[in-house]
């Protein structure tokens, strides 16, 4: 079934990065190659990485293009507790070989174990990419231990280290190169709707795009200042700020969510984008779930569209502390002062925010789509820098 370029390549060495688009078919590549390579060396043990726990189930394992929906049955070991086992995350195979599943949220579940081979997938949105060094480390059973990776590229420095990486063979493609396994429809609205774009480059070519003129934001500045959330300091404050959307249609724009705290240090750090297409009701209880999950001081809100409809709706699901920020300035000029403060390494992203990060380091003067999620960003850390929630105390 497979094209020459999803065939592994012979040869001596170490990572097998694959950069390509959605649909290109990593996901079957990745697992015929860890299927294959276990079911042809008895007694190896083959490492699966992936962004979350749940993506195993979903996706690397049991998902359609997954290990087990190829994998006969007959190769699996036999016996109680034996075979494939979804609350491990473990597959042990009748000739002794055992692949396991780790999540990359979870770098130090890494430590210990040791293997002849190992699968990272979509590497690029690891919320902690020090778990593919702790992967490493452990790489080191056999004659010639190596590591395939298959991902959607970003332009961050996980990325382009393993670009440059010595004894790294990559392999680029397109989500057009399968044409063949994917439905004619959806490849014409994907080339209708994102042909030409910035995120269909990215994500449909899978170029690695540098930063754009005119942006505010660079990925370096926020690469360069990412954290766990052990990093994290005690905080000053905590606030959930949205940017309602207009309308709750499946053409509207989506409401921005996101949540953010000032430290004891004077530094800012983004706790969560939770933006998403909802009703007035949905992104209420969405926002008000987030103001009680992290103990905030308060939830704001922009009212230039909602009016008192954004209050009144909070206020029907819980009378939780409310500011309204109402905008009298252009997106951008609201923005420069929080893009100087990345500048200054002043704002911290705890973990990955795709999305909002993307939005971050596209948006321009000329870019026509509203920035949802930069606008909820940006009335977080205004809020956030005007108010420090510290007493002042006057002696006069």
């Known amino acids: 079934m497979a094209r020459p370029e999803q065939i592994t390549p012979y040869g001596d060495w170490n990572v097998w990065l694959i950069l390509a688009g959605r649909g290109w078919g990593k996901t079957m590549t990745g697992a015929f190659d860890t299927m294959l390579y276990a079911l042809n060396n008895p007694e190896v043990r083959v490492a699966v990485v992936v962004p979350t726990f749940g993506d195993l189930s979903r996706v690397a394992f049991g998902g359609v293009s997954g290990i087990i929906n190829w994998l006969p049955s007959s190769c699996l070991l036999k016996g109680r507790g034996q075979g494939y086992s979804s609350t491990a995350q473990e597959i042990r195979l009748y000739n002794g070989s055992l692949i396991q599943g780790f999540a990359a949220t979870e770098p130090e579940r890494l430590r210990g174990p040791q293997f002849h081979r190992a699968w990272c997938d979509e590497i690029a949105a690891w919320k902690y990419p020090d778990a593919f060094d702790q992967l490493m480390f452990g790489l080191r059973l056999g004659k010639n231990p190596q590591c395939v990776i298959t991902t959607t590229p970003k332009p961050n420095d996980i990325t382009r280290s393993l670009i440059k990486r010595t004894g790294t063979v990559v392999t680029r493609g397109s989500t057009f190169d399968n044409s063949a396994n994917l439905a004619p429809a959806a490849l014409q609205q994907l080339r209708e709707k994102y042909e030409g774009t910035r995120l269909g480059r990215q994500e449909l070519y899978a170029e690695v795009l540098d930063d754009i003129e005119g942006a505010l934001w660079s990925y370096s500045m926020i690469e360069g200042h990412r954290l766990k959330v052990d990093q994290v300091p005690?905080?000053?404050?905590?606030?959930?700020?949205?940017?309602?959307?207009?309308?709750?249609?499946?053409?509207?724009?989506?409401?921005?969510?996101?949540?953010?705290?000032?430290?004891?240090?004077?530094?800012?750090?983004?706790?969560?984008?939770?933006?998403?297409?909802?009703?007035?009701?949905?992104?209420?209880?969405?926002?008000?779930?987030?103001y009680h999950k992290y103990n905030a001081d308060r939830v704001i809100a922009e009212v230039n569209n909602g009016g008192d409809l954004v209050e009144r709706v909070l206020k029907t699901i819980d009378r939780v502390p409310y500011t309204a920020v109402r905008a009298s300035r252009g997106k951008l000029v609201r923005a420069e002062p929080i893009a100087a403060l990345y500048e200054q390494g002043k704002v911290h992203h705890v973990g990955i925010f795709k999305e909002l990060e993307d939005q971050l380091i596209s948006y321009t003067p000329t870019s026509k789509k509203s920035p949802d999620r930069l606008d909820a960003l940006v009335w977080a850390v205004t809020e956030l820098s005007q108010r420090s929630g510290k007493p002042v105390w006057r002696i006069s």
């Open 234 to 290: 005690e905080t000053q404050r905590i606030v959930v700020a949205i940017d309602p959307a207009v309308t709750s249609g499946d053409d509207s724009d989506e409401t921005g969510i996101v949540v953010a705290a000032r430290g004891q240090d004077d530094k800012y750090y983004v706790l969560e984008d939770a933006s998403l297409k909802a009703s007035p009701d949905g992104w209420a209880r969405k926002a008000i779930d987030l």
